[in-house]
T-cell receptor, first 113, second 111 residues
Framework: NAGVTQTPKFRVLKTGQSMTLLCAQDMNHEYMYWYRQDPGMGLRLIHYSVGEGTTAKGEVPDGYNVSRLKKQNFLLGLESAAPSQTSVYFC????????????FGNGTRLTVT | RKEVEQDPGPFNVPEGATVAFNCTYSNSASQSFFWYRQDCRKEPKLLMSVYSSGNEDGRFTAQLNRASQYISLLIRDSKLSDSATYLCVVRANQAGTALIFGKGTTLSVSS
């Protein structure tokens, strides 16, 4: 049972390049989330999804797009990377009830030069 | 007042010590609460949920005080392996936008 898997683990982009981060979960969770974590800022929600085919904006959505075409996958896209998007990105999932905790992937370390 | 506040520390304690962290939250409608542990450069992992009546898991005890809007985490008999950052997480409703993470409290346990 893999839980939540993120790919890639590391990536270096040049300003203006695009990329997609993939998150896959095998726990049949309804809710999936993308967070970014920066020093001194804590975890901040970028986008989330409450089910297949649905997405919604979080706290810091600008510069990112997401898609949830299949229940088990949640994709995060950067169309035109900027140095301000240098961060560690975490995907998480939960079954969605009030007391349901989040299960996190291992993270993707992205550097934009 | 920030939505979820934690003392960043670091808390430096010797092995065997008892240490407590507090976390305050601003939204009185908050419904559920968690403590997560995050090791350096790793993903956050659930340590324990926090229930209204308080709950214990081995050396760890979590308490909720709704009147004063804070939760606490007590670690007894600290181990070197307890060294990590502890994140307080508060959820106001089922939607993801209302799940707020504190910035974390760093604990360093030394021999």
């Amino acid at each position: 049972n893999a839980g939540v898997t993120q790919t890639p683990k590391f990536r270096v982009l040049k300003t203006g390049q695009s990329m997609t981060l993939l998150c896959a979960q095998d726990m049949n969770h309804e809710y999936m989330y993308w967070y970014r974590q920066d020093p001194g800022m804590g975890l901040r929600l970028i986008h989330y999804s409450v089910g297949e085919g649905t997405t919604a904006k979080g706290e810091v959505p600008d510069g990112y797009n997401v898609s949830r075409l299949k229940k088990q996958n949640f994709l995060l896209g950067l169309e035109s990377a900027a140095p301000s998007q240098t961060s560690v990105y975490f995907c998480a999932s939960s079954y969605g009830g009030y007391n349901s905790p989040l299960h996190f992937g291992n993270g993707t370390r992205l550097t934009v030069t | 007042r920030k939505e979820v506040e934690q003392d960043p520390g670091p808390f430096n304690v010797p092995e065997g010590a008892t240490v407590a962290f507090n976390c305050t939250y601003s939204n009185s409608a908050s419904q559920s609460f968690f403590w997560y542990r995050q090791d350096c450069r790793k993903e956050p992992k659930l340590l324990m949920s926090v229930y209204s009546s308080g709950n214990e898991d081995g050396r760890f005890t979590a308490q909720l005080n709704r009147a004063s809007q804070y939760i606490s985490l007590l670690i007894r008999d600290s181990k070197l392996s307890d060294s990590a950052t502890y994140l307080c997480v508060v959820r106001a409703n089922q939607a993801g936008t209302a799940l707020i993470f504190g910035k974390g409290t760093t604990l360093s346990v030394s021999s």
